[in-house]
């Protein structure tokens, strides 16, 4: 199995020169700042989104369970009248998370169904909940804890030339010590070797000795934390609660973190070619605009990119295999 | 008499009605290498399983160093020092090979947290083991089947195995490598670990093993010293049936040439590849993996159509570039991957049997015609004896053997004139090995022209009357059954 992030590290560079050669405004400190602060929702949910396809799943209700926690959550601390800090919000969102997280894990984790159907219908759950239950509106007016914590900001970077400026918001942080806490687990604990092991071979992953129930239930867990943490970051931004804004965005997350390189049946892939992966599609989802290309064809840009880049990496792995097969029947060639 | 290593008395395990294990018995002695051998479904895999403890026995005892066991889990096998080695090895093919070496001795550990640095040496612990020479950080999954195989077998080996059991540990390995495995089981046994080898295959149990169990639909039909046994009571023990050794004698052998190969070439693979075949005949090509054999049967049969040289059929040059091209002019292919070439195995068996003769069971508005559909599927089933309940099941319900008859059976529904086998009777248990070859020899005897292309050379000299020897792509020699012997052929080959 092909490493992929040289390749496409290459591709976002030549995508981001190219834009530059338009615009002349690619690689300025604003636009810079704009593209690192359009990641951070996307690339919270890429880490999960990664996580979970690498243990051979698939989770599409993420944005769902997102937007249920982010009104749940937003709703309840306005009619309590709170006004305190964002940790109490944090806390509440990714024990929220970490409950609807389990829902999915108890039916993929220990009764065994697949993945993809059960987010599916997970996702539909959420949404009714949201929707039905507790009869979401969109919420003009959040907490004044979370709406400071959304526009306060690590630095302000200006446009030398337009004199534009752009906030490089707190919650970048977020992002990264998401990544880095995944990173760490996915290297050198137990728990993360067992993503890799039982997306590899789940019947091996069991004879070796790992519980792989209780695995894939807390993997479910975890992700749905982090994709609740996304949904409260993305919420504390908008200033205000959409309760449908990020649904639909599984589709075009997955498809990032396949593009960095994971492979969609599971046990390849690393944190890095995902983020990478997601990071193209942001940017090709964010300046079209520099290139003169009106939004309206934004979708199908990122419709064409996911078609060639994962055509691509198919390609690229099919000649791996072939390079593989043959290298090894020439090995056994010339011993005989 | 030496010591017991294990003794498993009086087996019995059922599952949901069906008698698995019928009061089997079991003993192997410390250091011993012991063949266990039957054909599928006669309940070696469900002992294999009960031994390792991922199944608990109805009744009867299973003792381990003189211990009766109670009920045990696999963990606790692998703690008194059973280890079983799988047919896929139960590797990770994406995960590097000394974690696929460390891994197991980690988790016994409760490890939490990874150590790179303590994966490493455990896994070079691993490999001094049998010498294994592999680059620690390669992907398993580019490694070869012998290789992976290797890498089960050192990791087996981590945690004070005493007894090692190998499901069918020689069905994707080449001779060379079979030789390699022969070695490790020695020095194995050397160190004074017991080997549990399941295999069907006679020549390996006469190699290897020094005493053999062999079962018969779930009961134990006899164990000895393999001193003892010899050919014609070991076929007799595995299926409850006599052979009589016939080899194959063509009765009458058409004038004109059924088929010519003239100078036929797949570049990079074979060629100049030229022979006759003529009605009646039974051919055989033999050659090691990379002497074009393979390829040879994928060019005759359209699937890698030849680049050069001219096929003639009955005297008129054909041009094979597809399988409807060759199946139009009334050749067929027995392919080497049954299972993924030769069978839609979730589909039915009736569906399987009929589907190349399709065209002839309908009506003129294209319909089936279902009376001769039925008709010809009662034909077929019970003209090859497939053994099955009801022909509506699928085909992954029913033996290797019988797969392979499905096989034969859907081609001989075509009518045609040559018939290219290729590893016909791989992974095939012996009593459908005798039919299969007993088929083939009715077959030409009623004028089909038949090639055999198999690396089993007890298959190919007592079922051919002329055997050709690929090597390297090219035809090394060609000789008359009668006078071929196996050393001979492998000299060749090689």
Redesign the interface.
Known sequence: ?RRNEPYIFLVVLALCVLIEIRSGQFFTANNLTDIASAMIVPGLFAVGAFMVIVSGGIDVSFPALASLTSYATTKYLLDTGYTGGIWLPIVISLALGALLGAFNGIFIGYFSLPALIVTLGTSSVFKGVMQGALNSVQLAVIPPGMREFGTSSLFVATNSISGLTSRMPVAFLALLIVNGLAFLML???????GI??I???E???V????NTKRGKFFLYVIVGMIASLAGLIRTCMMQQNHPTNMLGMEMNIIAGVVLGGT?IK???GSLSGAALGTLLIVIVENSMILLGIPTIWKSVFTGALIIIGTGVSAFQVLRANRI?KN???W???S?? | MAKSLLRAVDIHKSFAGVHALKGVSLEIAAGEIHCLAGENGCGKSTLIKIISGVYQPDSGDIEFDGKILGKIT??DAIMLGIQVI?Q?F??????TVM?NLA??T???QK????SWKRIREIAQTAVKKINFDVDLDA?V????VAQKQMVAISRALMSNARLIIMDEPTTAL?K?EVQALFKIILQLKAQGISILFVSHKLNEVFEISERFTIFRNGELVQTGSTADLDSAKFTYYMTGREFGKKNFVPETIGEEPLLEVRDLTLDGYFENVSFTLRAGEIIGVTG???SGRSELALSLFGIRPASSGDILLKGKKVSIKNPQDAVRHKIGLVPEDRLSEGLFLPQSIQDNVIISEIDRLTTTLGLFDRAKREKEILRLVSDFAIATPDPRNACQTLSGGNQQRVVLAKWLACNLDVLVLSGPTVGVDIGSKHDIHAILHDLARNGMGIIIISDDLPEVIENCSRVIVLKGGRIVHEMDAQNANEQQILAHM?
């Open positions: 199995m290297r050198y604990s137990y728990f993360g070797r890799y092991a997306g590899g071979n019947t091996s992953a004879r070796a000795g790992f492979a599971g046990g390849a593989t290298r090894i029947a090995k056994e060639m011993k005989a | 696999p963990i799988y896929d139960s590797v990770f093919p994406n995960l974690e891994l197991n980690e988790l016994s490890r939490k947290i990874v992907q999954s580019t490694l070869s080449t060379k090691l993996l990379d090689m």
